[in-house]
């Protein structure tokens, strides 16, 4: 069983470009998590999602950040007009959920991918 | 809004030595606990999860405890090797996780 895939590992990008990165959860998981890593900081939760819904978009930026799940396909995580501060780790999560139900299972981990870590130029 | 603290924020300890990491937390409603692992450039590996009705947890030479109504948890490395370098994150779990910033842990051969 794959673990959680992250595609690019590094992205390069100059002041005002777009930045896309993919997160395909392990199999099996229906539920997406992206978390932020500033330089010097703590990871801080973003935006949870399940297939074409977004549950909690409470940690994401008011303006030019935006996700997506759809129903068939990895997650995305978008990030428009980049500026240097976007410089970062973006880690993608993903957990199991109870069968039957649409709720994570208090039991499992979120299983990380290995991030992919954006320098913007 | 939930907050987690962690301490100390770096450690160095000679080789043998048991490592003692605290966390701390605000809000005690939780599912459960987790501690990661991160290494330098590196994504995370989940070392150990207590559930919010559990006290404690171990794997191998790991051990953490959990005291939901004081908002802390701590977690033992017991006789610490080089390969134990990194940093050791603490984060509770609403649904979403809330991470500590981490101790930076240094084994010193």
């Known amino acids: 069983n794959a673990g959680v895939m992250q595609n690019p590992r590094h992205l390069v990008r100059r002041r005002g470009q777009e930045a896309r990165l993919r997160c395909s959860p392990m199999?099996?998981?229906?539920?997406v998590y992206w978390y932020r890593q500033l330089p010097e900081e703590g990871l801080k939760f973003m935006v949870y999602l399940q297939k074409e819904n977004i549950i909690d978009e409470s940690g994401m930026p008011k303006e030019r950040f935006s996700a997506e799940f759809p129903k068939e396909g990895p997650s995305i995580l978008r990030i428009q007009q980049v500026v240097r501060g976007d410089s970062a780790a973006y880690f993608c999560?993903?957990?199991?959920?109870?069968?039957?139900?649409?709720?994570?299972?208090?039991?499992?981990?979120?299983?990380f991918g290995p991030g992919t870590r954006l320098l913007v130029l | 809004k939930q907050e987690v603290t962690q301490i100390p924020a770096a450690l160095s300890v000679p080789e043998g030595e048991n490592l003692v990491l605290n966390c701390s937390f605000t809000d005690s409603a939780i599912y459960n606990l987790q501690w990661f692992r991160q290494d330098p450039g590196k994504g995370l590996t989940s070392l150990l999860l207590i559930q919010s009705s559990q006290r404690e947890q171990t794997s191998g030479r790991l051990n953490a405890s959990l005291d939901k109504s004081s908002g802390r948890s701590t977690l033992y490395i017991a006789a610490s090797q080089p390969g134990d370098s990194a940093t050791y994150l603490c984060a509770v779990d609403d649904y979403k996780l809330s991470f500590g910033a981490g101790t930076t842990v240094t084994v010193r051969a």
């Open positions: 999560a993903s957990s199991p959920v109870a069968e039957g139900e649409n709720v994570p299972l208090p039991q499992e981990t979120q299983y």
């Open positions: 199999k099996g998981h229906s539920h």
